[in-house]
């Protein structure tokens, strides 16, 4: 049995219960002060306050000082495409000449650039690759990520990602949560055949990956351009037959269904969010879907903001924040940049900018049962901050403040 014994921990702040926190209870926060937490295999045995101690420091096999400093759950981050061929840092000239998002992609590059680069690379340059990524994170306070597919578009290469992941799931101390999305982009040879496409992915892939429990959630880029509601509803409803859990990347530069599509579909979450209106905020509070916010995209794409306080004050829609790491519209994994975009640009408190990168990701990702808070029974994944409070994280950005991650009561 392996215990780990965290003292003098000036602040212990946590979101409590295990289910996506909405409304005014997003901005709620247990906050605990002169705290110490015990660790029992990985587990939560008990924490206490006011400078008490759950267990004589001599009965435990490790002891951390926290030295007065924040800790927090470790950081769940809920949206990110991390496995990838290659970089798009090419894009920048044409960028500059005013190229949008949506005209790189329709004269086949984009998305469609990272595919071919994807299709060239070995499953062990994709796993080296990620690994660094993974390391970054955990560095950064994540202790539990997603990641997709969508860069193979054929059987051959998402199997590959997704092999891939699952191998890192098993080998890396980060816990990875894999979706599958082949329809990411439509590849020229199904342009205007879209359907027959989207009817092979529910008639022999979506089978066939699940048959070898690749990937626990489905996702579909419903976009102007891309697929639409009516051809991502085909899809997520044969999806939701297979078992998968439902995820949809909707209203990101155009509204075209797809945020209500999410909520009737009780989605489990629905990405980005930046251009969605009323209709589709009652659909997500209505199906119980977690938004999961994407601020890092907005910046890098100098779009808009997802209207996030409406979400929280108007609709009760439970608001998550991720990366979305990807070599397009957000080449940064930095989830303590978007934690300051949550109050710079969503004008977020720091509880609900803390519910929204710990317990409210958990719940779109189906792992709130285990992680997202810190409680007696839960994973002991942590983090000590520097930092006295979760005012400092939100107003400090471009450094990484977090000194210390523990995962699963180990220090990584
Ligand atoms: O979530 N929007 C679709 N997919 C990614 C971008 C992928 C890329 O550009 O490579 C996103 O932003
Ligand atoms: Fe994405």
């Given at each position: 049995m392996?215990?780990?014994?965290?003292?003098?921990?000036?602040?212990?702040?946590t979101?409590?219960g295990?289910?996506a926190?909405?409304?005014k209870?997003?901005?709620e926060n247990?906050?605990?002060?002169?705290?110490a937490?015990l660790a029992?295999?990985?587990?939560i045995?008990?924490?206490?306050?006011d400078?008490?101690?759950p267990c004589?420091?001599e009965?435990?096999d490790?002891v951390?000082?926290?030295?007065g400093?924040l800790?927090?759950?470790?950081?769940?981050?809920?949206?990110?495409?991390m496995?990838f061929?290659g970089y798009?840092?090419n894009?920048?000239?044409l960028?500059?000449?005013?190229?949008g998002?949506?005209d790189?992609?329709?004269?086949?590059?984009?998305?469609m650039?990272?595919v071919?680069?994807?299709?060239e690379?070995?499953?062990?340059?994709l796993y080296?690759?990620?690994e660094g990524f993974l390391d970054?994170?955990m560095?950064?306070?994540?202790?539990?990520?997603?990641?997709k597919?969508?860069?193979g578009?054929?059987l051959?290469?998402e199997?590959?990602m997704?092999?891939v992941?699952?191998?890192l799931?098993?080998?890396?101390?980060?816990?990875i949560?894999?979706?599958?999305?082949?329809a990411?982009?439509?590849?020229e040879?199904w342009?205007?055949?879209?359907?027959e496409?989207?009817?092979?992915?529910?008639?022999?892939?979506?089978?066939?990956?699940?048959?070898?429990d690749?990937?626990?959630?489905?996702?579909?880029?419903?976009e102007?351009?891309?697929f639409?509601a009516?051809?991502?509803k085909?899809?997520?409803?044969?999806?939701?037959?297979?078992?998968?859990?439902?995820?949809?990347?909707a209203?990101?530069?155009?509204?075209?269904?797809?945020?209500?599509?999410?909520?009737?579909?009780?989605a489990?979450?629905a990405?980005?969010?930046?251009?969605?209106?009323?209709?589709?905020m009652?659909?997500?509070?209505?199906g119980?879907t977690?938004a999961?916010?994407?601020p890092g995209t907005?910046?890098?794409?100098g779009?808009t903001?997802a209207?996030?306080?409406?979400?929280?004050?108007?609709?009760?829609v439970?608001?998550?924040?991720?990366?979305?790491?990807?070599?397009?519209s957000?080449?940064?994994?930095?989830l303590?940049?978007?934690?300051?975009?949550?109050?710079?640009k969503?004008?977020?408190?720091?509880?609900?900018i803390l519910?929204a990168?710990?317990?409210?990701?958990?719940a779109g990702i189906n792992?709130e049962?285990t992680?997202?808070?810190?409680e007696v029974?839960?994973?002991?994944?942590m983090?000590i901050?520097?930092?006295?409070?979760?005012?400092?994280?939100?107003?400090?950005f471009?450094?990484?403040?977090?000194?210390?991650?523990?995962?699963?009561?180990?220090?990584?």
């Amino acid at each position: 049995m392996a215990t780990l014994l965290v003292k003098n921990i000036g602040t212990l702040q946590t979101p409590v219960g295990s289910y996506a926190h909405k409304g005014k209870e997003q901005g709620e926060n247990l906050k605990l002060h002169n705290a110490a937490i015990l660790a029992e295999d990985g587990i939560i045995k008990a924490i206490t306050s006011d400078g008490q101690l759950p267990c004589r420091e001599e009965e435990v096999d490790s002891v951390i000082d926290a030295e007065g400093n924040l800790l927090t759950p470790g950081l769940v981050e809920g949206h990110t495409h991390m496995i990838f061929g290659g970089y798009r840092q090419n894009e920048i000239p044409l960028k500059l000449k005013g190229a949008g998002y949506l005209d790189i992609l329709r004269a086949g590059g984009g998305i469609m650039d990272t595919v071919r680069k994807t299709r060239e690379a070995t499953a062990e340059e994709l796993y080296e690759k990620t690994e660094g990524f993974l390391d970054e994170m955990m560095s950064l306070g994540v202790t539990t990520c997603e990641a997709k597919s969508g860069y193979g578009i054929d059987l051959e290469t998402e199997v590959k990602m997704l092999e891939v992941l699952k191998k890192l799931n098993e080998e890396h101390p980060m816990d990875i949560v894999s979706t599958f999305m082949p329809a990411h982009v439509v590849e020229e040879q199904w342009k205007g055949r879209e359907a027959e496409f989207i009817k092979l992915c529910c008639e022999e892939w979506m089978p066939y990956v699940k048959e070898r429990d690749l990937a626990e959630f489905i996702d579909i880029f419903t976009e102007d351009s891309v697929f639409n509601a009516e051809e991502s509803k085909i899809y997520l409803e044969r999806a939701r037959e297979l078992g998968y859990g439902l995820k949809i990347h909707a209203d990101e530069i155009e509204a075209i269904g797809g945020s209500v599509l999410a909520g009737e579909m009780k989605a489990k979450s629905a990405e980005h969010l930046i251009v969605i209106d009323d209709a589709g905020m009652a659909s997500l509070a209505k199906g119980g879907t977690v938004a999961m916010l994407l601020p890092g995209t907005s910046f890098y794409l100098g779009a808009t903001f997802a209207p996030a306080r409406r979400m929280i004050d108007e609709f009760g829609v439970p608001v998550a924040m991720a990366s979305d790491f990807n070599p397009g519209s957000c080449p940064s994994l930095n989830l303590q940049f978007v934690m300051n975009l949550g109050y710079l640009k969503y004008r977020m408190t720091p509880e609900e900018i803390l519910t929204a990168v710990t317990i409210n990701p958990a719940a779109g990702i189906n792992r709130e049962k285990t992680v997202g808070t810190l409680e007696v029974g839960k994973q002991a994944d942590m983090v000590i901050w520097n930092a006295p409070n979760m005012e400092m994280l939100c107003y400090r950005f471009g450094s990484n403040l977090a000194l210390q991650t523990i995962k699963k009561g180990i220090l990584v």
